[in-house]
């Protein structure tokens, strides 16, 4: 059996600069001094300039080219959000979202994410406290340096919107009905690109597809409510944040929690705080691992675009159990991590590009 190799670089880190040159974009003064001053500290980092609302940004990434961008969300002028669309749409390039830990920031914050952010750092409410996030930023900015940023349309077709409101104004329930023997339980691990991934697979999932889903994306506690939400308006399936209880279902889709882990015991969802693993929680080798235990061979794992390699042991006990794991492709990864670990392991049955992981699962959920 192969092993993941960290070490060795993929054709994009190859590519790579030897210094990743940086632009700041915020309206407030103190925060670009100081994430300007943190980051520029850091060896093989260069802040090349800083911008105080999004109109000067698209100036200064069309003059000084940077590779990666810190954008706030709230900025006056041109927010966050209409920066990124003339981003994504002028000069594609990796940009890390800074969001509030408001509800409205994090709905948000999963918009960003949908229309091509690779990551995000939750911004402290008071002045003092940005310090407290300049090593995340910090590595997420060398994350998203080695990101593939994909913004033309992919090649697939999204199903037809779900009915939201039957007959009369009242808003549809999506079916969905207990586990019976031998159904099947579907595991998507997700990290660093994941948002948008998730929005590709799950609404290509059909009505009718025969298996409970569970989803593992590494996203901290205040943001996975609003991508369960968003999730749900695109789904023809039933999506929500799971919680504790709360039993596997054919024609659902239970998402874990930020800050918890998330384990299946007798059909049923728990939850617990225990130490990360792979430095995060929730992860996604917790969730496969309990899930292959209870199901062996009736269990579908598939790892998503990420950094790292969370996931692998669990896609590995799947896959020595008799079920399947998917991994994504390489070519349509935005972090090309823990599907690569999962395919270097051995253990992927089935390696696809994005567009086909939905059909790749419903293909298992059928054998």
């Not at 409101?165 to 969905?176: D, E, M, N």
């Not at 593992?216 to 968003?230: C, D, I, K, N, W």
Request: a negative charge.
């Amino acid at each position: 059996m192969a092993y993941f190799d960290p070490t060795r670089p993929s054709q994009r880190e190859e590519s790579l600069p030897r210094s990743v040159r940086v632009l700041v974009v915020d309206d407030s003064a103190y925060i670009r001094f100081t994430l300007g001053r943190y980051l520029g500290a850091v060896p093989g980092i260069e802040v090349v300039g800083a911008a105080h609302d999004g109109l000067e940004a698209l100036e200064l990434i069309a003059r000084l080219q940077p590779d990666v961008v810190t954008l706030d969300i709230q900025m006056p002028k041109m927010d966050g959000l209409s920066t990124l669309r003339e981003i994504m749409a002028r000069h594609p390039l990796p940009v890390i979202m800074l969001s509030s830990l408001t509800t409205e920031g994090a709905a948000e914050t999963v918009q960003a994410l949908t229309w091509g952010a690779v990551d995000f750092v939750a911004k402290p409410s008071a002045r003092a406290n940005v310090a407290a996030i300049a090593d995340e930023v910090v590595s997420k900015v060398l994350t998203a340096a080695y990101a593939r940023v994909n913004v033309a349309p992919l090649n697939y077709q999204l199903p037809s919107p779900p009915r939201r409101v039957a007959a009369g104004g009242i808003t549809a329930v999506k079916p969905h009905r207990p586990l019976r023997a031998g159904d099947k339980v579907v595991v998507i691990g997700a990290s660093t690109g994941g948002p948008r991934a998730l929005n590709t697979v799950v609404a290509n999932l059909p009505a009718d597809l025969e298996a409970a889903v569970l989803i593992v994306q590494h996203m901290p506690a205040g943001f996975t409510q609003s991508l369960a939400e968003r999730l749900n308006s695109v789904s023809m399936l039933s999506v929500k944040e799971a919680e504790e209880g709360d039993m596997l279902e054919i024609g659902r889709v239970l998402l874990a929690p930020g800050g918890y882990h998330m384990r299946v015991e007798a059909d049923r969802i728990a939850l617990n705080q225990k130490p990360t693993a792979h430095g995060v929680r929730p992860a996604v080798d917790v969730t496969m691992t309990s899930v292959a235990q209870m199901y062996g061979g009736d269990s579908i794992g598939v790892v998503l675009t990420g950094m790292g390699y969370d996931g692998t042991n669990g896609a590995a006990l799947i896959h020595s159990t008799g079920g399947t794991v998917i991994a994504e492709d390489e070519s349509t990864c935005v972090v090309w991590g823990m599907p690569r670990s999962v395919a270097e392991a051995g253990v992927a049955d089935v390696i696809a590009p994005l567009p086909e992981i939905a059909q790749a699962i419903v293909n298992a959920v059928g054998e």
